[in-house]
């Protein structure tokens, strides 16, 4: 038996239009009401930087900055984001010159297969933004969302330490 009355046409799903700023460009869009603002950045915006690891919000690989806050992408529908401003992995760095965040990871070796780095590097600068972790001690509960499964935490933790005035001064903060 089939579900619609009277042999009616099933109507396809109506795609729903958005507008952002992506990596610092406009951006307009038509999402399904479903997609995901990982799936929208990977599958059909090419932007792979930020992975799809739990899927559940769970370990904080698909971390991404809507306003400058952190988000997890795996969470956020895309139609979530309509007039948001949207930065990745892909857009922290200013053409060659890397973001202060991502020299400290370097630096420090704040990474060892490299899965979850993308996602932590954004959750880092967006707890750079909140301004809240002042010693190592706050920034290791502030990125407790963010796991790596090769143990590079004392390096990550380490890069973020020397990496927040950078951050803090590139926002204009003393």
Sequence with gaps: MSAIPNGAAAKPFASHPIRLTLNGQD??????????????????????????????GQCGACTVLRDGK????????????????LTTIEGLAD???L???????????AFQCGYCTPGQIC?????ANEGRAHDS????????GN???????????????????????QRGEP
């Design 27 to 56: 951006r307009h869009l038509k999402v399904l009401p479903w997609t995901t603002l990982l799936d929208l950045l990977r599958e059909q915006l090419d932007l792979v930087g930020s992975k799809k690891g739990c899927d559940h």
């Design 70 to 85: 952190r988000v997890n992408a795996c969470l956020t529908l895309a139609v979530m984001c309509d007039g948001a401003e």
């Design 95 to 97: 053409g060659d010159v």
């Design 99 to 109: 973001h202060p965040m991502q020299q400290a990871f370097i630096k420090h070796d």
């Design 123 to 127: 959750s880092a600068v967006g707890l």
């Design 137 to 144: 001690a706050q920034i290791q509960e502030l990125m407790s």
């Design 147 to 169: 796991l790596c499964r090769c143990g590079a935490y004392t390096n990550i933790r380490d890069a973020i330490e020397e990496a927040l005035p950078a951050c803090r001064a």
